[in-house]
């Protein structure tokens, strides 16, 4: 694991970006409000930065993470609907 902090969002937003990028189906879902897909792409998120940090996410961290994938999801949205 390397010095950089992975909650900080220089390094979140990649990682976030990543997990939008692999699970655009899931994304999709997620738009049209489908459920489970934010449950799923929060969990993949949490893992991901579980696995940078090498230890579980405090809850302060964790609601981080979530807030912040909510923040790229709706950028998403907000892009797919004014495309459409």
Known sequence: MS??????????????????????????????????CWGFLAGKAVVACRAELGRALADGERRLVWSRLWWWLEQVKARALRES
């Not at 390094?11 to 990543?18: R, S």
């Not at 939008?20 to 899931?26: F, G, K, M, T, V």
Request: no cysteine; glycine share 12%.
């Open 3 to 36: 010095d950089a902090d992975p909650l900080e969002l220089e390094n979140l937003d990649p990682m976030l970006a990543g997990i939008i990028s692999d699970n655009r189906e899931r994304v999709a879902g997620w738009i049209s409000g489908q459920p489970g």
